[in-house]
Structures are given as structure tokens and as C-alpha cells.
T-cell receptor
Framework: KQEVTQIPAALSVPEGENLVLNCSFTDSAIYNLQWFRQDPGKGLTSLLLIQSSQREQTSGRLNASLDKSSGRSTLYIAASQPGDSATYLCAVFRPGSWGKLQFGAGTQVVVTP | DGGITQSPKYLFRKEGQNVTLSCEQNLNHDAMYWYRQDPGQGLRLIYYSQIVNDFQKGDIAEGYSVSREKKESFPLTVTSAQKNPTAFYLC???????????FGQGTRLTVV
């Protein structure tokens, strides 16, 4: 069974520092990987989707890398801002899973002014 | 605007009562999903549907039921058989070839 782990569970950084969030998965046979942001009491907002044939995706200050062989993905957020405070979740699609996502428990991020 | 609408935002259930959570999407997606989120845990799949009039159990289907009579709608009923229903419920959808999943804003269910 696929296991998805996010470390650390919580992270606090001062404004302006770069954020590095880690996601690991046990089965490298994934279809793709998606990073989400969740604000308290809200739904999930899709940040980046990395297809299995890709090694990274970028959107503005966000960059996500994917290394299937080692079972890892990393989300980088450059020059963090207080508005980046949220919980960040990664999820993987597995072949044959027909869109069913396997989620990590998330990393709660606090960016202090 | 295209998206997924969940209602209500907050729902309170008395012991022994069935309640239904609504999920509607106008993205023309074939697949729809229900997830449950508990504090400190990842999302867990309750039910999913790939096509109208068809649905499958996820990892924690006991005490829940769904229907898929229309492509755009996938309501979830939390029955009295669900012993610990207090949680945050999220609905999602994706196209038939699984790429990106999109989520609604969630319904918080509380047992009173």
C-alpha cells in the first residue's frame, strides 16, 4: 500500500526566508503528484501538478521537484510572506487508481512578520 | 466561474440522525470523490464515482452512502451507523484520465 509522508509536520520561519517542504512516498510507480494549500477551515487549493514524466514544475515563487526513483518531492517557496501561512499537503495518483489520491498529513507553515 | 460547490458549510447532526452533504460541480468532470479529514491526519477516501450511476467504496465507506444520478452531482449521506461522524468533509472532481484534482470548500459536520 502506498504511504505518503510529509516532514516536518510544522514549520515556522521569518518573513523573507525560503521554505522547503518535503514529501516522500513508498511506491515509485506513481502517475503524478499534486501539491495543495489549505487555509484553516477551508478546502484545498491546487498549487502545482507534476506529471510522472516531469522532474519539476514552477509557478511564480513556487517550485516543485519530483524524483520518482527516490520517492521524493520537494516544494520550494521563495521569499516567504505572512500570506504563505497555511497547511501544505502533497498527494500522489497511482496507476490504476483512477484518480484516487493518496495524501500526506501535511506541513503546517507559519511565516512571521 | 467553473468550480465545485459544497453545501452547507456547517452541519449539525443529532444522535441517530441521517444527514446529506451536497456536492455540485460545473467543470464537466467525469470523476467525483468524497474525502474525510480529521485533525492531524491526511485525507481519507470515503467513496468515488467514475461515471453516472456507478460508484465504488473507498478506504472508509462504512456508515456512509452516495448516489450519482447526474454527472454534476454527488451527494454524500452520513448515516446513523457512522459512529464518529464529526469531521471535515471534502468533495473533489477530476477528468476521466486522472490528472489534476479540484476540491470544494468543505462541509464541517458536528454531532450534537
Amino acid at each position: 500500500k502506498q504511504e505518503v509522508t510529509q516532514i516536518p509536520a510544522a514549520l515556522s520561519v521569518p518573513e523573507g526566508e525560503n521554505l522547503v517542504l518535503n514529501c516522500s512516498f513508498t511506491d515509485s510507480a506513481i502517475y503524478n503528484l499534486q501539491w495543495f494549500r489549505q487555509d484553516p477551515g477551508k478546502g484545498l487549493t491546487s498549487l502545482l501538478l507534476i506529471q510522472s514524466s516531469q522532474r519539476e514544475q514552477t509557478s511564480g515563487r513556487l517550485n516543485a521537484s519530483l524524483d520518482k526513483s527516490s520517492g521524493r518531492s520537494t516544494l520550494y517557496i521563495a521569499a516567504s510572506q505572512p500570506g504563505d501561512s497555511a497547511t501544505y499537503l502533497c498527494a500522489v495518483f497511482r496507476p490504476g487508481s483512477w484518480g484516487k489520491l493518496q495524501f500526506g498529513a501535511g506541513t503546517q507553515v507559519v511565516v512571521t512578520p | 466561474d467553473g468550480g465545485i460547490t459544497q453545501s452547507p458549510k456547517y452541519l449539525f447532526r443529532k444522535e441517530g440522525q441521517n444527514v446529506t452533504l451536497s456536492c455540485e460541480q460545473n467543470l464537466n468532470h467525469d470523476a467525483m470523490y468524497w474525502y474525510r479529514q480529521d485533525p492531524g491526519q491526511g485525507l481519507r477516501l470515503i467513496y468515488y464515482s467514475q461515471i453516472v450511476n456507478d460508484f465504488q467504496k473507498g478506504d472508509i465507506a462504512e456508515g456512509y452512502s452516495v448516489s450519482r444520478e447526474k454527472k454534476e452531482s454527488f451527494p454524500l449521506t452520513v448515516t446513523s451507523a457512522q459512529k464518529n461522524p464529526t469531521a471535515f468533509y471534502l468533495c473533489a472532481s477530476s477528468i476521466k484520465e486522472p490528472t489534476e484534482a479540484f476540491f470544494g470548500q468543505g462541509t464541517r459536520l458536528t454531532v450534537v
